[in-house]
């Protein structure tokens, strides 16, 4: 790739901003990722020249030609990250440039060219800044920030475009799950695995959510909140649920977590979590756990909780599993002790309420 060249983000003036009353509507009760915001950053790269024509404009649909490379061969990745408001008013982001290096390790196997952590950067603030009156007022509040990149050569033949576009978004949200259920339901995929050892399991990329929808809508038809996935080789070994990672706690306070291995996607929220329940003291291990054994830890009481977690949901518990073997609640199907402390912590440092001793929030 050509060296980056000196980053500038020109800003195009909004011709028509959605007026401040429609606004506030909009974001009184947003849901999660229906209500988009006023602006979105782009650059774009080509072959030879790199990144160039940085942007900060109004959010609008996007130009493709019928054989845009990503619409053929699936060149396409993102990120999701969060920015919070603090009690003094201003906003942060979380541990933002965990999101950058994820998004180049996702282009590196998608085929994609990296982008320069301080361009991610430098594009995320730059877009909540342009649309921070956005950030609704809802108990779990803030603008959701998916940042993504796609291939828009156009061409048909199998290699690597030579074009592409990056280009951030913002979407106020409330709370991932809907309000009241104290834990969610799980279903285990028997028919379907998300990932293989060699495949594109450990990458943000679309088409692993693609390949999810089918059990995922299987798992709602059922009465669950969302799809657990076994490992595609034995198909015994828990992996994750369509887009979050999971954590087993057992009754001597240590905890389980599936190692990464490549067909699993590395959490920014599980590492964070794998730091804090480590403070707590707690023994904390990164190894296989599998379904016969949740099961049977489940029935005996050894197992106390299980909580699923993700930048989306945050940290959530899992009070039920189903199979075509049965089911069987976890504890006692609600919010455990661990799973609520290990959430307020979290929650907390996020949003400026409980001390930052890593060095995590970055305010804009």
């Known amino acids: ?54 942007t900060l404009g109004p959010r609008q649909p996007i130009a493709l030609d019928p054989a845009a490379s990503v619409l053929h061969y699936a060149q396409e990745i993102f990120e999701g990250m969060k920015a919070y408001r603090l009690e003094d008013g201003s906003m942060a982001l979380f541990r933002p440039e965990q999101n950058a290096r994820r998004f180049n390790r996702s282009a590196a196997r998608l085929a994609m060219p990296s982008l320069p952590e301080e361009m991610f950067l430098a594009s995320v603030k730059a877009a909540v800044e342009a649309d921070r009156d956005w950030f609704p007022a809802v108990n779990g509040g803030a603008l959701y920030i998916r940042p993504f990149m796609f291939a828009n050569e156009h061409f048909l033949g199998v290699r690597p475009a030579k074009k592409y576009k990056f280009l951030v978004i913002l979407s106020p949200v409330g709370n991932y799950f809907k309000s009241g259920v104290p834990a969610v339901s799980i279903w285990v995929s028997s028919d379907y695995t998300r990932a293989a050892p060699g495949g594109t399991g450990d990458a943000k990329c679309g088409g692993n959510y693609a390949a999810s929808l089918v059990p995922q809508a299987e798992a709602i038809a059922k009465g669950h909140d969302q799809v657990v996935f076994l490992d595609a080789v034995e198909r015994k070994w828990i992996e994750e649920l369509g887009g979050m990672n999971l954590f087993f706690v057992f009754d001597d306070g240590s905890i389980i977590t599936p190692p990464l291995g490549g067909t699993i996607l590395p959490g920014i929220t599980r590492d964070s979590l794998l730091t804090l329940a480590r403070e707590e003291g707690l023994t904390v291990r990164e190894e296989k756990y599998s379904i016969d054994q949740w099961r049977d830890d489940a029935g005996s009481g050894r197992l106390v909780e299980t909580m699923a977690c993700g930048t989306a949901a945050v940290v959530t518990p899992v009070g039920r599993v189903a199979s075509r073997d049965g089911e069987f609640t976890i504890g006692s199907g609600g919010p455990g ?4 402390k290990l959430r307020e912590k979290l929650v907390g440092i996020q949003r400026g309420t409980v001390e930052d001793t890593h060095g995590w929030v970055t305010r804009i």
Do not use: C, N
């Open 1 to 54: 790739m050509a060296d980056a060249p000196a980053f500038d983000i020109e800003k195009i003036p909004h011709p028509a901003p959605v007026p401040g009353a429609t606004r506030d509507q909009a974001i009184a009760d947003p849901g999660f990722g229906t209500v988009f915001t006023d602006h979105m950053v782009s650059i774009d790269y080509d072959e030879g020249k790199g990144w160039h024509s940085a």
């Open 337 to 340: 002790q661990l799973t609520t």
